[in-house]
């Protein structure tokens, strides 16, 4: 799946739209049903840094079109358990502000605390600003998934 048509499905069917969420991606996978793409997942590196967690992954944008008949449940266990064949440690995503992520707590994420609460479009100094977005300034539930154990040896 290229770039470019992740962009064009996720200004179509996602609330904050393609945004910067393919910066660092590693992996876009995408649904098909009866031919035509019907979710789109991207996964990036991880946006923050982790101190106390062995994050690989960052669940950046998942969007679904109004025409998918099957769950976004079903296709987010499905690229879990088709990204731990490549990726070891935890993979972390967000919930939007004003839902609960229960798409991704019924794909057997672990709710873990939530963000910072920290604006978006803080920057360090001399770097410019961006622009607020639906989520700045609120504090966001925190969802971990399982990949493989990190090799330690």
Known sequence: MSKEFAKEFLNSNHPLRA????????E?????????????AIFTAPRSR???????????????????????TTFLRK???????QYDGLLVTYALPGT???VYQRAGFIRDG????ALWSRRGPGERATPN??????KLPRF????RQPNTA
């Not at 945004?19 to 590693?26: A, C, D, N, Q, V």
């Not at 690229?79 to 064949?85: A, E, I, S």
């Not at 939530?114 to 609460?117: L, T, W």
């Not at 977005?133 to 609120?138: E, F, H, R, S």
């Open 50 to 72: 982790w101190k106390n967690y062995h994050v690989s992954l960052e669940l950046t944008r998942l969007a679904w079109s109004p025409l998918a008949a099957h769950s976004a």
């Open 79 to 85: 690229c879990v358990r088709r990204l731990r064949q």
């Open 114 to 117: 939530s963000s910072s609460g």
């Open 133 to 138: 977005t639906i989520g700045t300034g609120k």
């Open 100 to 102: 609960e992520g229960i």
């Open 19 to 26: 945004g910067g969420s393919l910066k660092g991606t590693l």
């Open 28 to 40: 876009i996978l995408c649904a098909f049903e009866n031919g035509f793409p019907v979710m789109v």
């Open 144 to 147: 971990f998934a399982k990949l």
